[in-house]
């Protein structure tokens, strides 16, 4: 049974502060984020946080998934990509930086 875009769902106090980052530094919502939009603004965001949620949180494919508004495959995919995607694509690779700059800096022992 498909979630409702809609639902809530309760954040730990890391996917809280990882979701914060990426609001920040891409400056699109988290429901923009969770949303059916597929225009590279937003999917680039979408792609690392559901990867870090995953690397570096130790989310299961399927909370990360939830968090992220897609199906667990989603996030395999974005895990199996993410060398490829940072290797090669200019924008991911910024965002990406900044996000693990910040996450690591402000918000990485928060438990």
Do not use: W
Not at 75 to 91: E, G, L, P, T
Request: glycine letters at 8%; proline letters at 1%.
């Amino acid at each position: 049974m498909k979630k409702d875009m809609k639902e809530e769902y309760y954040l730990s106090s890391q996917e809280e502060a990882l979701t914060q980052i990426v609001e920040r530094v891409s400056g699109v919502s988290r429901e923009k984020i969770r949303g059916r939009c597929r225009e590279k603004r937003i999917a680039i965001p979408r792609s690392i946080l559901g990867y870090m949620l995953r690397a570096d949180i130790g989310c299961t494919y399927k909370r990360a998934g939830e968090l992220v508004g897609r199906d667990h495959a989603s996030v395999i995919k974005y895990f199996k990509d993410h060398d490829s995607n940072y290797r090669y694509y200019q924008d991911y690779k910024i965002l990406y930086r900044e996000v693990q700059k910040r996450y690591i800096g402000e918000f990485k022992g928060v438990k």
